[in-house]
């Protein structure tokens, strides 16, 4: 069975720091990926998405996500995170059938 | 405004007692998914729905059922919940894959915050 795997579940850093949140997954064959956030008491919201080409995808908000294919992963980055940045973020694969499996998440903390 | 609209928000009830969270989007998708969100756990799908009477089982479909007579309504119902079902629920809907296989984004509900004693 499909599984992702957020290594970091809390993560805690300061305004200005940068980040990094690690994703992989367990799929071997053609695989969509996604990044949402969730913020305090809202719904999930896409960050970025990657379906196929360059695999270096950016998204909202100064995010940008990596797809290593050798090593089934795809981490999310941002150079400088705010405040604002603060919630849950969860990566998710859709893979050739029509599940769509989520990690567990990882709950960032910026402090002013 | 699209969106897709969950009720009730925050729903307490006791083991045993048939409940039903409605879901319905206005974006005239043909994917419509249920998942619970748990800590650590990320978000589980229970059911999902590629189009009009077509429903299949998620990763934690026990003690759930839906039904999608419309497009735009993908109702959960619970018929004898138990406390291992407290969660929050969301729904979400999305066009169909794209020819290719390409995947497209989930617009998600509000949830549903659901305790059952």
């Known amino acids: 069975a499909q599984s992702v795997s957020q290594h970091n579940h809390h993560v805690i850093l300061s305004e200005a720091a940068s980040l990094e949140l690690g994703c992989n997954y367990s799929y071997g064959g053609t695989v969509n990926l996604f990044w949402y956030v969730q913020y305090p008491g809202q719904h999930l919201q896409l960050l970025l998405k990657y379906f196929s080409g360059d695999p270096l995808v950016k998204g909202i908000k100064g995010f940008e996500a990596e797809f290593i294919k050798s090593k089934f992963s795809f981490n999310l980055r941002k150079p400088s995170v705010q405040w604002s940045d603060t919630a849950e973020y969860f990566c998710a694969v859709h893979n050739a059938g029509n599940m769509l499996t989520f990690g567990g998440g990882t709950r960032l903390m910026v402090k002013p | 405004e699209a969106q897709v609209t969950q009720n009730p928000r925050y729903l307490i009830t006791v083991t045993g007692k048939k409940l039903t969270v409605t879901c319905s989007q206005n974006?005239?998708?043909?994917?419509m998914s249920w998942y619970r969100q748990d800590p650590g756990l990320g978000l589980r799908q229970i059911y999902y729905s590629m189009n009009v009477e077509v429903t299949d089982k998620g990763d934690v479909p026990e003690g759930y059922k839906v039904s999608r007579k419309e497009k735009r309504n993908f109702p959960l119902i619970l018929e004898s919940p138990s406390p291992n079902q407290t969660s929050l629920y969301f729904c979400?809907?999305?066009?169909?894959?794209?020819?290719?296989?390409?995947?497209?984004?989930?617009?998600f509900g509000p949830g549903t915050r659901l305790t059952v004693l």
């Open positions: 979400a809907s999305s066009l169909p894959r794209l020819a290719g296989g390409t995947s497209n984004e989930q617009f």
């Open positions: 974006m005239n998708h043909e994917y």
